[in-house]
């Protein structure tokens, strides 16, 4: 494993456990910016990334900040719809079973950290 994907999961650690990055962060920020856009993980890592000085000062934070503020919109939304949804199908009688995402966003310590293109 190399240093930079040591550091995206030290990111994602923090994320994920609410906790500082242990790992050093010297990553190029457009460079993780990318690949987070790449990997749809905007929203995963930006809770590490926003306990970084050197992240949260960096020019291109506010446009990092703004996709994440997109992915708590579209959180929103998908979890609404889903909740009408299945409030539709309890009335109507009809049998449903919510896979993947629906059932798996509740698990984070944020449900928008994970995106489903459902």
């Not at 905007?42 to 926003?50: N, Q």
């Not at 959180?75 to 629906?102: H, L, S, W």
């Amino acid at each position: 494993m190399n240093d930079f994907q040591k550091g995206i999961l030290s990111l994602l650690k923090a994320s994920l456990l609410e906790i500082e990055p242990s790992q050093p962060i010297d990553m190029d920020f457009r460079t993780v910016y990318d690949f987070a856009e790449k990997q749809q993980i905007v929203a995963a890592l930006y809770y590490g990334i926003s306990q970084v000085p050197a992240y949260t000062s960096h020019p291109l934070f506010g446009a990092f900040f703004s996709r994440f503020c997109m992915y708590l919109s579209h959180n929103a939304d998908q979890m609404d719809t889903i909740i009408r949804i299945c409030k539709a199908f309890d009335e109507a009688g009809v049998d449903y079973m919510p896979v993947k995402g629906t059932l798996l966003k509740p698990m984070y310590p944020s449900p928008e950290m994970r995106t489903m293109g459902d």
